[in-house]
């Protein structure tokens, strides 16, 4: 199984070395890394010119779009191998992870999906994955996340790639995206993988209501991919099974409605506890996103507001609670 790494960094001079050093040096390493530096201004691109010396299996590129996502597309463009894994710039790759799935002949999958550690404030723990293929779980669990995805090369460019217009929660479209084209999946259970590093200055430690316009992006662009996938096929894979085409559509607008309602609660919460600066203005749009793009029955329209209210006093595993109200509206598919 071959496979090429590519890590998307911007000013990381002092992690991705160490961050390069654990991928190379792990048990077996990679085919191919690729470091696709998004226009770094504090000496990074200059250290990694300096890192792939001496390192053939190494390549450097340049993506002046800003935005993970973009920086991603420009190391996959490159990429010449059968798979391909993406991972962060500041993160620890697991020795063993290559080696774990060398002796694989995935042939019959177009993603393989695995576990991952994240590590808060020095408190090690293991990321939420729940083995399903339904896609409210991606919307309201987030499952599929960026280090939690081995991709077939040619799956992911057949889908779209990765979207430069998220620049938040564009590991979480891109995995709804992979699950409303139903892949063949192989879901990896036996163990978790990576150290991923949880920062303050990484997305998740900043305010929701200063990113509020970013959000409602992200949830624009997942509605558009709802509709798309049931209004006509989404991929050259989708045109040749149309069956696979997930027909729930209000079900599954119901679920990104929850979600909508649990991220008011955190805008909410947030002026409850004076770290915001936009909460008006946040939580009029986010209103306007749920209202226009939904229309809730009244049981629907009250549990959405319990959520709203729990998250915006502060209460934890929301999403829980959603995912259960969420999936009582239609049994599995067979």
Not at 168 to 177: A, K, P, S, T, V
Not at 203 to 223: D, E, W
Not at 285 to 295: K, M, R
Request: charged letters at 25%; one cysteine or more; a positive charge.
């Amino acid at each position: 199984m071959e496979i090429t790494v590519i890590v998307p960094v911007k000013d990381r001079r002092d992690h991705i070395g160490k961050t390069l050093d654990s991928i190379l040096k792990s048990g077996l390493s990679p085919k191919e890394v690729i470091i696709v530096d998004n226009e770094s201004t504090d000496g990074t691109y200059q250290f990694c010119e300096q890192y792939i010396k001496d390192r053939p299996n190494v390549t450097l590129l340049r993506e002046t779009f800003p935005g993970a996502a973009a920086a991603r597309n420009k190391g996959l463009k490159s990429c010449k191998t059968e798979w391909v894994y993406f991972f962060d710039s500041d993160d620890i790759f697991d020795h063993n992870f290559i080696s774990t799935f060398s002796s694989f002949i995935p042939d019959d999958y177009d993603v393989i999906v695995v576990p991952t550690r994240q590590t808060v404030k020095g408190k090690t723990s293991v990321r939420t994955f729940i083995p399903s293929e339904d896609p409210r779980v991606q919307i309201l669990a987030n499952v599929l996340n960026t280090q939690g995805m081995i991709f077939r090369t040619e799956f992911l460019k057949d889908i779209g790639s990765w979207n430069p217009a998220c620049r938040i929660w564009n590991d979480w479209e891109l995995g709804l995206r992979v699950m409303l084209h139903q892949p063949r999946i192989l879901w990896f259970t036996e163990r978790a993988f990576h150290d991923i590093i949880v920062h303050d200055d990484s997305i998740t430690g900043k305010n929701f209501s200063m990113n509020y316009k970013q959000f409602i992006r992200t949830l624009t662009v997942a509605v558009n991919n709802l509709q798309s996938s049931i209004l006509q096929p989404l991929s050259h894979y989708h045109a040749q099974h149309l069956a696979c085409l997930y027909p729930h559509l209000d079900l599954l607008m119901y679920a990104l409605y929850l979600r909508a309602n649990i991220l008011l609660g955190h805008l909410q919460h947030e002026k409850m506890t004076g770290k915001c600066g936009k909460y008006k203005m946040a939580s009029k749009a986010l209103t306007i996103f749920v209202n226009d793009n939904f229309a809730p029955t009244p049981s629907q329209k009250f549990k959405a507001n319990l959520l709203r209210i729990y998250t915006m006093l502060g209460g934890r595993g929301a999403w829980r609670f959603a995912l259960k109200s969420a999936s009582k509206r239609v049994s599995r598919r067979k």
